[in-house]
C-alpha cells in the first residue's frame, strides 16, 4: 500500500505539472499567433485546467474502469463549487460578473441537466457523446465571437492571467511545453488511475466512490491552485469564471470525449444515476440563490459550502462502509441542515430584494 500510495501521489504531482506546462506552451504559443489574451484565457487556460480530468476519465474508460470516468466528472463539478468557491471565499468575499450570472452559470446548469436525461438510461452512447462534443465546440465558438465585443479593460484582467518570462518566448519552447505537458499529462494520469484502483480494492471501496473522492479532488489541483490565486490577487471574477468554465468543459468535453473513445459508449452506474448526478445537479442550482442576493458570494456562503462539501465526502465514505450511523446522518441532514440552508437563502434574498426596493 505504501508503494501505491507513492504512485498515487507522484500521479497527482505529474498531472499538475503537466496542466501547467501545457497551459503555459499552449497560451504562450496562442499569442504568439496574434490571439487575444481574452479569448486565451477562456479557451486555452479555462480549458487547461480541466486537462487532468480529460486525461484520467479517458485512460480510466480505455482500461476498463468506467466508474472512475464518471465519478471523476461528477466528483470534480462537485468540488470545483462546494470546496473550491467555498475556499476562495473565506479567502476574500467573490464579486461575480454580470456576465457569469446571466450566462455562463445557466448554460452550466443547462449541461449539468443534458447530462443527468443522458445517462438516466444507463449509458452515455456515442451519438449522445457526440453532441456533447458538438456542444463544446459551438460553446467556444460563440466566446470567441462574444470576445470581440469585450472592453479593454477585460482584456486587460486576462492579460494579467498569459504567463510571463523570457525563456519560453521562442515557439519551439512552447511548442515543446505543449508536447511535454501532454505526456506528463498521460503518465500522471496512468498512474493516478492504477493507484486509484489499488486502494478501492484493497478497501473494499467502488471504483465510483474513489472517483469522486480522491481523484476528483487530485484532478481539480489546477482550478484550486487557480482560483485560489485570483482570490489572493484580488481577481474574484476570474475565481468564480474558472470553476462555472471548468465545469461546462468537464460535461461536454471530458465526457463526451471519453464516450466516443470508450468501448460501446460510457455505462453510467445505477449509484451515479440515483444519487451523485442528482448532489451535482442540486450544487450546479445552488449558485443562483447565492448570487441573486447581491452578485456576490460571501464568506459565511463560502463557510456553508465547505460544510456541504465534508457532509456529501462524511456521506460518500459512510455508505461505502454500510455504517451504522449512516441512517442517523441522512436524516439530519435531510431533517434539520437542509430545511435551515433554504430557509437562510430565502430571508437573505427577500431581504435583498427589499433594500433594493427601498433605494428606488
Known amino acids: ?141 460563440f466566446l470567441v465571437l462574444q470576445s470581440r465585443r469585450a472592453s479593454k479593460a477585460i482584456e486587460d484582467d486576462f492579460a494579467s492571467d498569459i504567463p510571463t518570462s523570457n525563456w519560453d518566448r521562442h515557439w ?59 482570490a489572493l490577487r484580488g481577481q474574484r471574477d476570474i475565481a468564480v469564471g474558472n470553476v462555472v468554465g471548468s465545469n461546462v468543459f468537464n460535461i461536454c468535453a471530458v465526457l463526451g470525449v471519453t464516450g466516443l473513445i470508450a468501448p460501446g459508449g460510457l455505462p453510467v452506474s445505477e449509484a451515479a444515476r440515483n444519487f451523485d448526478l442528482w448532489v451535482m445537479l442540486a450544487v450546479a442550482f445552488a449558485c443562483l440563490p447565492i448570487l441573486i442576493t447581491g452578485r456576490e458570494i460571501a464568506r459565511w456562503e463560502g463557510g456553508v459550502f465547505l460544510g456541504y462539501y465534508a457532509a456529501y465526502t462524511a456521506w460518500l465514505v459512510l455508505a461505502a462502509q454500510q455504517h451504522a450511523s449512516m441512517q442517523a446522518f441522512s436524516g439530519v441532514m435531510l431533517g434539520y441542515v437542509m430545511p435551515l440552508t433554504v430557509i437562510t437563502l430565502v430571508v437573505s434574498i427577500v431581504r435583498h430584494n427589499g433594500q433594493n426596493t427601498s433605494n428606488q
Open 172 to 230: 519551439s519552447v512552447q511548442v515543446l511545453l505543449v508536447i511535454v505537458g501532454l505526456g506528463l499529462l498521460v503518465l500522471g494520469a496512468d498512474w493516478l488511475v492504477s493507484s486509484a484502483v489499488s486502494f478501492a480494492r484493497a478497501f473494499g471501496v467502488s471504483d465510483l466512490v474513489i472517483g469522486l473522492t480522491v481523484v476528483a479532488v487530485g484532478t481539480s489541483m489546477p482550478e484550486i491552485a487557480t482560483s485560489i490565486i485570483a
Open 1 to 141: 500500500m505504501l508503494q501505491q500510495a507513492l504512485l498515487f501521489a507522484l500521479g497527482l504531482i505529474t498531472l499538475v505539472i503537466g496542466a501547467e506546462g501545457l497551459v503555459r506552451g499552449a497560451s504562450r504559443l496562442a499569442v504568439s499567433f496574434g490571439i487575444s489574451p481574452l479569448v486565451v484565457g477562456l479557451t486555452v487556460v479555462a480549458f487547461g485546467t480541466s486537462a487532468p480530468e480529460m486525461a484520467v476519465s479517458v485512460g480510466s474508460a480505455l482500461g476498463g474502469t468506467p466508474d472512475i470516468a464518471i465519478g471523476n466528472v461528477v466528483g470534480s463539478n462537485i468540488a470545483n463549487v462546494l470546496l473550491i468557491l467555498g475556499i476562495a471565499a473565506i479567502i476574500a468575499p467573490l464579486l461575480v460578473a454580470e456576465q457569469i450570472i446571466r450566462q455562463e452559470i445557466p448554460i452550466m446548469i443547462g449541461a449539468t441537466v443534458l447530462l443527468l436525461v443522458m445517462a438516466l438510461d444507463g449509458s452515455i452512447n456515442r451519438l449522445e457523446a457526440a453532441v456533447l462534443v458538438g456542444l463544446v465546440i459551438a460553446y467556444t465558438v
